[in-house]
């Protein structure tokens, strides 16, 4: 029915080989590589060896999708109140809740499955599931009995870390191999508002507390600087997709931008049907949503996107970034930053370590959980670049040194750093007799202390900052700052002055 294309071919291979020694293995499919096609491939083989399989979704959306691509072998369809399909075909589709519900009512249900495939496997899927969460029963009745196989674009917990209870990830091709491949859609990367996001709290998933969220976004000058965007670039021009922070959010931004559609979860599934066909159906337009649309939505006529609300996880970042990527014709998308995202989490295009395993150790070396972020905005035209793009150019004077950068968008000098010689010496003086030298573990506690009293950022910044400086060999010139005895403020100001000399 379908056609594999060589990548897809490539990574199912390896994904049946690591099934031969591994029951339980993560599918990274990033947004454009043809999910479903290569999904389709792996579930055929699998029939025709005469194994039942069972196919879920978080979402019932996501299953009428999985049905339509599976319609000709005419699967069981179980979900809610509908049982439609052939209990024969040796395919079960459901939805998480409704497989849950089902095994709740007898032990015995479906107890003859071989393999369990779950279609974006990153919700819920951190195994051993909490005590009595929907997947535990799922969990507890097939994961020692049958093989499983999630398949997600983000295989990875909030954190950043490896969904947990796998054995194995395969994520052959990512993001930025798909554009080189011409899967995908180049883009443009714009961040219009330069913030300061780092006095952001982080909640337990991983992202910002909604409070300080809305506290940014649900004001006339976020609002207006969203409108200002569109005006310019989107207005009767682009299909725009807007990601808006609360449902009060998204009615400011409604009212601030004429025509717009709105979507959320307070609205029924028919309204929300009805309002991604007519957005779909549209050849301009703009949808603002409320976490609606972060997975399961491909329109890939989408070619302007607006983060109109901070984001703090990966995760979250990569999957809504993924909503504008869709290949079609020589499309090139905008995507615009209103909030600063990448000063976290980067840009879509950067290679990311899906194997990441937060190590559990007493040798804190070896545990470093956050990312270097190597993203540099141009003050000029506002376009957000990987720093290996930039023109780089070292001044050196009599009493200081000029770094020029040269945006590769614009072609324009646009920053320049200055640091004074003399600030520069004294801080290479080493005088072993002035200071105690200190261990990674007292370095970092110290630090620590001062990420607690100065920022409201997560103390897991200080081994970030830590670390870094140890990677540049700067040890000492920390350990010497410490020990002259200095006020916490100004120790405060010195460190990070040094880690940022040091990045």
């Known amino acids: 029915?379908?056609?594999?294309?060589?990548?897809q071919k490539k990574q199912n291979k390896k994904t049946i080989i690591a099934l031969k020694t591994n029951n339980h293995v993560l599918y990274g499919a990033a947004t454009g590589f043809g999910k479903s096609v290569a999904l389709w491939d792996l579930i055929s083989r699998d029939l025709d060896d005469g194994k039942r399989v069972l196919l879920l979704a978080p979402y019932r959306k996501l299953i009428f999708q999985l049905e339509s691509t599976f319609e000709n072998i005419n699967p069981h369809v179980v979900m809610g109140v509908i049982d439609r399909g052939s209990k024969d075909s040796g395919l079960i589709l459901s939805s998480m809740d409704t497989m849950n519900n089902r095994l709740r009512k007898g032990s015995d249900y479906f107890e003859d499955v071989d393999k369990i495939y779950i279609d974006e496997a990153h919700i819920?899927?951190?195994f051993p599931p909490i005590k009595n969460s929907r997947m535990s029963r799922l969990y507890n009745k097939y994961w020692l009995t049958a093989q499983w196989v999630g398949f997600t674009a983000t295989p990875i917990k909030a954190n950043g870390y490896r969904l947990e209870g796998w054995d194995k990830v395969i994520y052959k091709y990512q993001t930025p191999d798909l554009i080189e491949m011409g899967y995908l859609a180049k883009f443009d990367y714009f961040a219009p508002v330069d913030l300061d996001i780092s006095s952001l709290r982080t909640n337990n998933s991983?992202?910002?507390v909604m409070e300080d969220v809305?506290?940014?976004?649900?004001?006339?000058t976020a609002v207006d600087s969203v409108k200002k965007v569109w005006k310019k670039h989107g207005k009767n021009k682009k299909k725009v997709l807007i990601f808006a922070a609360s449902i009060k959010h998204a009615e400011l931004l409604s009212e601030s931008i004429s025509g717009s559609l709105v979507i959320h979860s307070k609205l029924s599934d028919k309204v929300?049907?009805?309002?991604?066909?007519?957005?779909?159906?549209s050849s301009v337009g703009t949808l603002i949503n409320v976490g609606i649309l972060t997975t399961g939505f491909d329109d890939p006529t989408v070619d302007m996107l607006i983060i109109a609300r901070p984001i703090g996880s990966d995760r979250l970042y990569l999957q809504v970034a993924g909503r504008s990527l869709r290949k079609y014709g020589n499309k090139r998308s905008m995507i615009f930053d209103m909030c600063s995202c990448y000063k976290k989490c980067g840009l879509p295009s950067d290679i990311r370590d899906f194997?990441?395993?937060?190590k559990k150790t007493k040798d804190d070396d070896t545990d470093d959980d956050t990312v270097n972020i190597q993203a540099i905005r141009c003050p000029l035209c506002d376009e957000v670049s990987p720093r290996s793009e930039y023109t780089i150019e070292t001044i050196t004077k009599k009493k200081f040194i000029l770094t020029n950068y040269t945006c590769p968008a614009c072609n324009q000098k646009c920053k320049m750093d200055r640091k004074d010689l003399a600030e520069i010496n004294e801080l290479q003086k080493v005088d072993t007799k002035a200071y105690k030298k200190l261990n990674f573990k007292k370095r970092k506690s110290i630090v620590t202390d001062l990420v607690l009293e100065f920022t409201k950022a997560k103390p897991s910044w200080s081994h970030y900052i830590v670390t870094t400086i140890n990677k540049a060999d700067k040890s000492d010139l920390l350990d010497q700052m410490i020990g002259k005895g200095t006020s916490a403020k100004t120790l405060w100001k010195k460190v990070m002055n040094l880690y940022e000399e040091c990045k």
């Open 206 to 208: 991983g992202d910002y």
């Open 124 to 126: 819920s899927c951190n």
């Open 214 to 220: 809305e506290e940014l976004t649900n004001t006339a």
């Open 1 to 7: 029915m379908f056609k594999l294309y060589k990548h």
């Open 355 to 358: 194997n990441k395993v937060k």
């Open 272 to 281: 929300q049907m009805q309002i991604l066909e007519d957005f779909k159906n």
